[in-house]
T-cell receptor, first 114, second 112 residues
Framework: DQQVKQNSPSLSVQEGRISILNCDYTNSMFDYFLWYKKYPAEGPTFLISISSIKDKNEDGRFTVFLNKSAKHLSLHIVPSQPGDSAVYFC?????????????FGQGTRLTINP | DAGVIQSPRHEVTEMGQEVTLRCKPISGHNSLFWYRQTMMRGLELLIY????????DSGMPEDRFSAKMPNASFSTLKIQPSEPRDSAVYFC??????????FGSGTRLTVV
């Protein structure tokens, strides 16, 4: 039962263009959505998040959009840079017994071509 | 702040052997999580603790897996006996409510 799904295992984008990574979820109890970035041989690191009461959050080159009715969120990176090449994980948060539990998707490997 | 510290970084073991993965969370964080990364399922939550108490272990794949958190600064994930299908990267993360997770660098486990 995969509550958070990233249906594209990989994405290749030209440097300078826009990268769009997509994520779908099934659980309406999620209250926050996050994107993590992972380089090889390192742990995932936090990139950007959005509250379930918002539909857009922007931080520099990174923007996350949330469509609650469709249970869909996306991460836009513009312009894309070679250093953005990494695996991106979508995550959704639910609070249980005083702890925040993050449910992750399968990840999308983004490659930025020079 | 040294971050979340996991050991060992790499572990190669023979099928049937016991494997113990270790994690030291960030001081002051009251939640600790064990994840396993696989190609099929991405980052899969195995178990998490809040204030050293296991909250949800429904992600632990089998009875061969067990986790403990004897105090706020240390946790272990044990696999006994190990099998080749347990080969994966295992991550530990810690957090406190209102703040994001901080992940360790992971332990790459290979069971041959």
């Amino acid at each position: 039962d995969q509550q958070v799904k990233q249906n594209s295992p990989s994405l290749s984008v030209q440097e300078g263009r826009i990268s769009i990574l997509n994520c779908d979820y099934t659980n309406s109890m999620f209250d926050y959505f996050l994107w993590y970035k992972k380089y090889p041989a390192e742990g995932p690191t936090f990139l950007i998040s959005i509250s379930s009461i918002k539909d857009k959050n922007e931080d520099g080159r990174f923007t996350v959009f949330l469509n609650k009715s469709a249970k869909h969120l996306s991460l836009h990176i513009v312009p894309s840079q070679p250093g953005d090449s990494a695996v991106y994980f979508c995550a959704a948060r639910v609070l249980i017994q005083g702890a925040q539990k993050l449910v992750f998707g399968q990840g999308t490997r983004l490659t930025i071509n020079p | 702040d040294a971050g979340v510290i996991q050991s060992p970084r790499h572990e190669v073991t023979e099928m049937g052997q016991e494997v113990t993965l270790r994690c030291k969370p960030i001081s002051g964080h009251n939640s600790l999580f064990w994840y396993r990364q696989t190609m099929m399922r991405g980052l899969e939550l195995l178990i998490y603790f809040n204030n050293n108490v296991p909250i949800d272990d429904s992600g632990m794949p089998e009875d061969r897996f067990s986790a403990k958190m004897p105090n706020a600064s240390f946790s272990t994930l044990k696999i006994q006996p190990s099998e080749p299908r347990d080969s994966a990267v295992y991550f530990c993360a810690s957090s406190r409510v209102g703040y994001g997770y901080t992940f360790g660098s992971g332990t790459r486990l290979t069971v041959v």
